[in-house]
Structure formats: C-alpha cells, structure tokens
C-alpha cells in the first residue's frame, strides 16, 4: 500500500512499509523507483527479518515531481528520509541506499544522530559530483536542456516531448543534476555509523576510486566489498550476488 507524507518544504513523498524487526530504509538511485526494490525482490528477502521502508524520492514514482533547482538541495532529499522515518515513528533506522539513494546514506550518516548503519552502493565518497560524473551531467545538459525548454514553450496539446533512456521527467533529471554539483564534499571519515560502501569492478570509475582509496577507508572504519563482473545497474539487479553481502552486514551490525 502506498503511504504518504508531507516534506518540511511541502513536497509529497510516497513510501510503503512492510515487514516486522528493526527498521531498515531502502533508498533508490536516479532513473529508478521504490517499486524496483519490490521487483528485484529484496523486500521478500528482508521482510522476515526487518521493518522495510522503501521510499520515492523526490521526482520519482508516485512523489511530487519538482522542477526547480533549489528543489534537490541535499538538504531537502535528506530531510525528506527523515520525513518518512518520522511518519513510522522509526526514530532509529539502517539506510540501504543505491546510487543517488547511496549518496543520501552517506550524508544521512554523517549529518543525523538517527541512522545506526549504512550501506553505500556504487558511488564514492568525496565530491557529490566526481569528474566522470560531472562530463556526464555536462552532456546530458548539452543534449537535453534545449529540449525540454523547446518542450515546455509549446502550446498546451503538443504532443512532442522529450525522452530519454533513463525513465521518468527530463526536467527533473536536469534540476538535480544540476543541484548535485552544489553538494558539499563528503569523506568516509565523516560518517558517524557502521558503513559498508559496494562496488561492482565493471563500475569502472567508483571502483577505481575504491582502489585507490582503500586504506582511507578501512582506516575511517568503513567495511569495503568489491563484486567481481558488476557493472552499476548490475549492483541493484544482480540480487543473489549482492544482496548476501549486505545483508550480512546489516545482520551483524544493526540487528
């Protein structure tokens, strides 16, 4: 069943809450949405053993949709969690967070008191925006801005829209894209509860970040997997490879 709740900002975000056990929060990645959770079965899997909380974020599924920049303000996206968390009166909770959702565990666990361990999956610590990220957000705006402004001057009826291989509204691709680059740069050693961080080898710039950040990591205390053949999309459906992993980390640290 979907649920809602209201944003300090009055945005609208839809999550569902199944399960008994501690409560654990699954957080999707851009381009995706708490359904997928469903469809990849990690809330069958979890559910036993958890309180499991998916949640849309902020431009996905059945949330509001916001246009504007200011609206992915990493402070808005976290106090939108938060939000939902409050709704359940889940005042202590575990945050699985994939892609844009891995990036809001690792703030979320460097900012609030509330979450008691994180898994971080396919992104790095440091800049919100790394290089390779940001050519990509550089592209997409090259291609994709004329478009939607094009798109958004037609008159009511026109049936041209803009589309993209990543599902869902153009426009709000862009405005986070572009509120992403004014996030604050965020160590591992900032995070102030048990961290896992997952990487697939195929994801080729986080795992090369992870290599070559290693011992930083082990030395801030966070727990770093490595899956052998997984590229990014891969980190969220290849469930049997993935999900034992954390599982097992959740497992000894939260529960």
Known sequence: MTLFVYSPDGTRIAYDCIGTGPVLMLLHGL???????????YVERLKD?????????????????????????ITKLTADVLAV????????FAIWGYSLGGNLARYLGAWSARPHAAAVIGVPF???V??????????????????????????????????????????????????????????ASAVNCPTLLLVGTKNKDPYAWVRANRPALEAAGVQVEIIQGLNHPQELTKIDQVFPVVRAFFDQHYV
């Open 49 to 73: 053993a958890y309180t499991v909380i998916t949640v849309d974020l902020r431009g996905a599924g059945d949330s509001d949709h916001p246009q504007e920049i200011e609206a992915y303000s």
């Open 130 to 187: 790394p290089p390779a990220l940001d050519r990509y957000i550089t592209e997409f705006e090259e291609k994709w801005k004329p478009v939607v402004e094009a798109a958004l001057g037609k008159p009511a009826g026109a049936k041209e829209k803009p589309k993209s291989k990543i599902k869902g509204n153009i426009p709000v691709y862009l405005a986070c894209f572009q509120a992403m680059r004014t996030w604050p740069d965020l160590e």
């Open 85 to 92: 968390a409050d709704a359940c009166g889940a005042e202590r």
């Open 31 to 41: 381009g995706t949405e708490r359904r997928d959770w469903h469809r990849h079965g």
């Open 126 to 128: 440091g800049p919100a």
